[in-house]
């Protein structure tokens, strides 16, 4: 399906470790890529649109890195996906009904709405705290 890309799930790895670090300041790009074992190329290209949205902000100079701009607690992982994909549905046609000349008549349009609907709820629901602590997902939606 594709909605998930890497993006999303790099990126929210990527701030579910600066939720563990917790308090302790800003940590640098490279400690983080090597616990999670992702490029750090990959994941500065990931913190621009995470700084841009608000979630996440950089010190500079010896004891600089990335620190999340808000409490885990309050960022959800709708927000975060959203973010880092750049768009927030699974079909152009569910957010945009008018790009399809066939929206009006469509049988399939209220299922691939639902769906993505369904999605967002259950995104919204998780914090990245509660992401941070998951040890078994919670299905139910």
Known sequence: M???STRSRYGLRFLIDLAEQGQAGPIDLASIAARQE????????LTQPLKAAGLVRTERGAKGGYELAKAPHTIDLWTVVEA??????LLECSSH????PRSNSCR???????LDRVVRD?????SL?????????????
């Open 2 to 4: 594709g909605f998930i």
């Open 38 to 45: 992702i490029s750090e190329q990959y994941l500065s290209k």
């Open 84 to 89: 880092l994909e750049g768009h927030s549905a």
């Open 97 to 100: 009904p008018e790009s399809c």
């Open 108 to 114: 399939t349009l209220p299922v691939w709405t639902g």
């Open 122 to 126: 259950y995104l919204e629901r998780i």
């Open 129 to 141: 705290a509660d992401a941070a602590r998951l040890a078994e997902p919670d299905y139910t939606i």
